[in-house]
């Protein structure tokens, strides 16, 4: 996982596709915070976003750096802890002042049964479950 999470943080923006019905959609994000061992990010419930996952949590990611690629496959799985919303606010100030932790809109998502591939035109396809 922790090769993911390095990726996914120097990639700085990642795309983050959900489903509605049978309509794709995806959208830049950026959050990524390990808490507990497991990796998690974070949106606002008011969101589309957060409604789709809510109604289909299997999720997929894409992200792209330095000719490699990165796709990773799962299911969301919110925390409502708030310790668990706040350790995402810690790892990114810039969202306090957007979010709280007890603002009732700010949730966190950790991945389960996620399947992260890199890819490049060079290398085989390398495989990292968690
Ligand atoms: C670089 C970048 C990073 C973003 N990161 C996040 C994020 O981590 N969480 C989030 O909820 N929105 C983030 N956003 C905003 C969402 O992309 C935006 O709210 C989007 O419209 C949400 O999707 P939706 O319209 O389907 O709900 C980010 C936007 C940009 C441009």
Redesign the pocket.
């Known amino acids: 996982m922790e090769s993911v999470v390095k990726f996914l943080k120097e990639a700085d ?1 990642y795309y983050l596709a959900t489903v509605e019905g049978d309509q794709p ?1 995806v ?5 990524v915070n390990v808490f507990e061992g497991r990796l998690y ?4 419930k008011v ?3 957060s409604k789709q996952i809510h109604a289909n949590p299997k999720v997929e990611v894409c992200a792209f750096k330095d000719g490699i690629w990165l796709r990773l496959a799962g299911t969301l799985v919110e925390d409502d802890r708030r310790e668990a919303r706040q350790s995402m606010l810690d790892a990114y100030p810039t969202l306090q002042g957007m979010y709280s932790a007890d603002d009732g809109n700010s949730e966190v998502f950790y991945f389960k049964d996620a399947t992260a591939t890199f890819y490049s035109f060079t290398m085989e396809p390398k495989v990292v479950t968690f």
């Open positions: 923006t959609r959208r830049p994000f950026g959050t990010i974070q949106t606002g969101k589309a976003v």
